[in-house]
Structure formats: structure tokens, C-alpha cells
């Protein structure tokens, strides 16, 4: 069986962002293997990012496995200048890398195969199992 690699992500509103930074900065949490590791501060904002068509970029970047941005605007009818905001958007969030190779090309990658999402509804700590 192989081994999958998950992205997992995190809704939860500013200030439960900057809470937790600051905890994990003084060494008073230790994020676990199973928390989010990318945190958005709103479901619109995650779906901003991750639209059906950068959804379909993704994707197509993870299947075709392109050497360089001119390969991949061939491959998705997208400009490079459009293709190079959003993937700089995407690299952010750590949603891709943007590899720079020694001939100068970019070569981008997906750095991950699965996304889960997790939403705070509440500011208390969850309730571990």
C-alpha cells in the first residue's frame, strides 16, 4: 500500500489563527501530525483559492507532471502571466511548489494528492479523543 500524502487545512477566524501562532511560538502547543497545516480565515477565501478552475490546474498539474509554465499554459489554454499569479497565490498557501530548475525554467509541482478541511466553529480548544 502506498503512502498518501494529505494536505490538511484549517478554517478558523483571525484571531484563533494569530492565538494559535503565538502558542506554538512561546512552545505552549506542539501542532500533531493530524492538525491543519495551512490555515484560511474564511470558507470564501479557501474557495477563492481553490475555484473549480484552479481545482482542474491543480489536477492537471498533478497528472501531466509539466516541465516548466510554457508546458503547462500549452496544457491548460491559460496564459502565463494568469497561470504565474495564480500558482504564486497556490505556492503561498503551500498548496504547490515552484520549482526554478537550472535552466531558469519554473516547473511547477502539487504538493500533495489528497486536501482535507477542517472548520472551527468555536473558539474552546477540540475536544480530544
Known amino acids: ?30 501542532p500533531t501530525a493530524s492538525e491543519p ?3 484560511f480565515n474564511s470558507l ?15 489536477e492537471l498539474i ?3 507532471k509539466p516541465q516548466s509554465m ?7 489554454g491559460r496564459h502565463k ?9 497556490m505556492e503561498r498557501y503551500g498548496l504547490v511548489r515552484l520549482k526554478r530548475k537550472k535552466t531558469g525554467e519554473i516547473m511547477p509541482q502539487v504538493t500533495f494528492e489528497h486536501l482535507r478541511v477542517d472548520v ?9 479523543h
Do not use: C, F
Not at 484571531?15 to 506542539?30: F, L, Q, V
Not at 470564501?44 to 491543480?58: D, I, M, R, W
Not at 510554457?70 to 491548460?76: D, I
Not at 472551527?120 to 480530544?128: D, H, N, V
Open 1 to 30: 500500500m502506498r503512502n498518501v500524502h494529505i494536505l490538511r487545512v484549517g478554517i478558523a477566524s483571525y484571531d484563533d489563527i494569530w492565538n494559535r501562532t503565538m502558542a506554538i511560538a512561546r512552545g505552549e502547543h506542539k
Open 37 to 39: 497545516k495551512i490555515w
Open 44 to 58: 470564501e477565501s479557501l474557495a477563492q483559492v481553490l475555484s473549480t478552475p484552479n481545482k482542474l490546474l491543480l
Open 62 to 64: 498533478a497528472q501531466t
Open 70 to 76: 510554457t508546458e503547462l499554459s500549452e496544457l491548460s
Open 81 to 89: 502571466s494568469n497561470l504565474s499569479r495564480t500558482l504564486r497565490t
Open 120 to 128: 472551527t466553529l468555536s473558539t474552546e480548544p477540540p475536544l480530544r
